[in-house]
């Protein structure tokens, strides 16, 4: 830590490590100090006259403006809302309605159009894991494949993640409804914070048993439709695995009489950007591989069929917030934080569930909105306002959730946690906008 004196009532503590930053922090509240700022990864804490500025957000230069001077740091994000009247649940409506299904959402007005030309034979919905609007701006030229037949913009599924996305698209609900409301969820009956797509322990990562699919199912959005339908994943047990296998495979399901629809699914470009982030050379390169293969794919596909391609969210680079180092915050809980780094929802203790908040947006409301649970589902962030929560919803939202309007998410895991170069599960432009690009043939 170094510490600098500014003027006689006032002080500057910078801190490398944000273990420290939150210790110090706590022994300055425990000395009756209190919040009286917060700003781009700094807090002040003021008691009598004194007041003293926490920071691990380096400043070169320390003089009286050295607030103004952190405020200049923050880069201002585009917010982009859950709109659940343009995502891909209203592109399952609008084949729904096209196939005579039932419909409990408005349908997509631009697929409307396309379908109104032609009852396609087949149906493909892709979902490329990460591919935002942005990452398609950013690493693929006007020529390409996917740029060419780029259609139009949807928002994501909130959250913005590929467990609650996913599922949305397969089923054709939205996540309030299914229950599939994040990376991970806290299961009351096991007392665990359980990794939906695995069944593991989130903070322990040891196998438990639990299978989320049998307390949480969902059926395909094709399910009730006279139609042969299918479901292509990858075998994420292997290692390495090829998106042009993925879509060999679903060329073989085309030799039916009737309608055929498919959902496939491929976790790239997501997995790389959250190792290296969205500029790396590496992500490029394997969206302009992912791009060759579709071409491939697009000449192979056999007549009178509708591909769509979309993503499940975008990504934005990100910065962690050691959470879990944060004890203020912490001990005022009565389970540890669940869902997602990005849209993290809390449990608090009943005799905290006014502190709580307060200190929360102090410290972190830079970054993070903060949202009663109740409110953020009749906000309509986790469905349409006319969705019923599923019984389980309370459970696994708990009492707030924080949702990410900036750059930084939370490492609420421990100090080994994997640290991500980009991340999403907010709510920035980054995240939120994904293309929709259709192909007819």
Known sequence: MQKTIINDNYEYWYFEKQSEYFS???????????????????????????????????????????????????????????????????????????????????TDHHLDEILKEN??????????????????????????????????????????????????????????????????????EIKRNIVLFTGADYYTDAPTGFNAYEALPYKPFFHDLNVNGSLHLPDFSKEDYAFKSVL??????????????????????????HEYGTSDEKVGAILEG??????????????????????????VDSEAIDLYACTPLMKMLNRAPANDSRCTTFSVKEEYRKEFPILFV?????????????????????????????????DFLGDYVAVAKANYYFNYKGADNFIFKSHHAGITAEEMLVPVIIYRK
């Open 24 to 106: 110090s922090l706590e022994e300055l509240l425990a000395d009756e100090y209190t919040i009286t700022d917060s700003l781009h990864l700094c807090v002040e804490a003021s008691k009598e006259e004194k007041s003293i500025l926490l920071s691990y957000i380096f400043v070169d230069t320390i003089d009286e403006n050295i607030k103004n001077t952190l405020k200049a740091l923050d880069r201002e994000y585009t917010k982009v809302y859950p709109n659940f009247e343009y995502c891909l649940i209203n592109t399952i409506a609008s084949i729904r309605k096209t196939y005579h299904g039932k419909i409990e959402y408005k």
């Open 119 to 188: 009852k396609y034979k087949n149906i493909i919905v892709m979902l490329l894991d990460g591919l935002g609007e942005a990452i398609l701006e950013k690493h693929l030229t006007a020529d390409s494949f996917l740029k060419r037949h780029h259609a139009y913009t949807n928002t994501a599924v909130y959250p913005s993640t590929t467990a609650a996305s996913t599922t949305a698209t397969i089923s054709g609900l939205s996540p309030i409804r299914t229950g599939w409301l994040g990376w991970s969820n806290y299961f009351k």
């Open 248 to 273: 060999k495979k679903s060329l073989k399901n085309f030799k039916r009489k009737k309608v055929n629809m498919q959902y496939v699914y491929y976790t790239q470009p997501d997995s790389l950007m």
């Open 290 to 315: 992912i791009n060759q293969d579709l071409e491939w794919y697009a000449k192979k596909l056999p007549k009178n069929t509708l591909l769509i391609i979309s993503a499940d969210h975008g990504h």
């Open 362 to 394: 102090q410290l972190f409301g830079y970054a993070f909105e903060l949202y009663s649970s109740y409110d953020a589902i009749h906000q309509g962030f986790f469905g349409s306002k006319e969705d019923e929560p599923c019984a389980r919803a309370y």
